[in-house]
C-alpha cells in the first residue's frame, strides 16, 4: 500500500517567518503534486514535480522533489496571512489513474 | 477556459437513502475521478472514468458507482447511505488518459459536502 506521510499536521507561525512542509513515503512516484485546499473548497494545483531532484519556484515557495522521487517538501519564505490553509501532497503512479493524498498540513499565518 | 463545476453545493441525507452527485469536467479533459475527503483527512480516490468506463477504482464499496457521459460530465452515485458516508466529495477532471501519462495532474472542483443523518 502506498502512502503520503505529511508533516507538520499543523502550523501556527507569525508574519514574515519561514516554514518547510515535509512529505515522505518508502514508495517511489512518477509525479508529486502540491495543493492548497481552503475550508469547504476543492484543493487547488500549485506545482507538480517529475524529476528527481527538481526544484520549482512559485514566487515565495520552493518546491523539490528527492532525488528518488520519494519525498518532496514545500518552503514557504516570509508567509503572509494569505498563507493560511491546508496544504496537500499528491503522488501519481503512471500506470495508476489516482493520485495518492497525504492528510495535508494545516498552516495557519498570524499578522 | 471553464473549470470543474459541481452539484449541488450541499446536501442532506437520512441513512439508508440513495444519493447522485454530479460534476462538469473541464474543458479539454477527457478523464473524471471522484474522491472522498472525512473532516481532517486527504482526499481518498474512489474511481475515475476514460471513455465512459471505469479505469480504476480505489477501496470503496460497489455501493459507490458512477457514469461519465459523452460530453465529459459525470456523476457518483451511492445506495444504502451509512453515516460514515459523510464528508465532501471531490470530482477531479485531467487531460488525456490521467495516471498513464508522466504527471497524472488533476484539476478539482469544490465539492459536494454530503451530511448523512
Known amino acids: 500500500t502506498q502512502l503520503l506521510e505529511q508533516s507538520p499536521q499543523f502550523l501556527s507561525i507569525q508574519e514574515g517567518e519561514n516554514l518547510t512542509v515535509y512529505c515522505n513515503s518508502s514508495?517511489?512516484?512518477?509525479?508529486l503534486q502540491w495543493y492548497r485546499q481552503e475550508p469547504g473548497e476543492g484543493p487547488v494545483l500549485l506545482v507538480t514535480?517529475?524529476?528527481?531532484?527538481e526544484v520549482k519556484k512559485l514566487k515565495r515557495l520552493t518546491f523539490q522533489f528527492g532525488d528518488a522521487r520519494k519525498d518532496s517538501s514545500l518552503h514557504i519564505t516570509a508567509a503572509q496571512p494569505g498563507d493560511t490553509g491546508l496544504y496537500l501532497c499528491a503522488g501519481g503512479v503512471r500506470s495508476q489513474g489516482n493520485l495518492i493524498f497525504g492528510k495535508g498540513t494545516k498552516l495557519s499565518v498570524k499578522p | 477556459e471553464t473549470g470543474v463545476t459541481q452539484s449541488p453545493t450541499h446536501l442532506i441525507k437520512t441513512r439508508g437513502q440513495q444519493v447522485t452527485l454530479r460534476c462538469s469536467s473541464q474543458?479539454?479533459?477527457?478523464?473524471v475521478s471522484w474522491y472522498q475527503q472525512a473532516l481532517g483527512q486527504g482526499p481518498q480516490f474512489i474511481f475515475q472514468y476514460y471513455r465512459e468506463e471505469e479505469n480504476g477504482r480505489g477501496n470503496f464499496p460497489p455501493r459507490f458507482s458512477g457514469l461519465q457521459f459523452p460530453n465529459y460530465s459525470s456523476e457518483l452515485n451511492v445506495n444504502a447511505l451509512e453515516l460514515d458516508d459523510s464528508a465532501l466529495y471531490l470530482c477531479a477532471s485531467g487531460g488525456g488518459l490521467a495516471g498513464r501519462g508522466a504527471y497524472n495532474e488533476q484539476f478539482f472542483g469544490p465539492g459536494t459536502r454530503l451530511t448523512v443523518l
Open positions: 474543458s479539454g479533459h477527457n478523464t
Open positions: 514508495s517511489v512516484f512518477s509525479s
Open positions: 514535480v517529475v524529476t528527481g531532484g
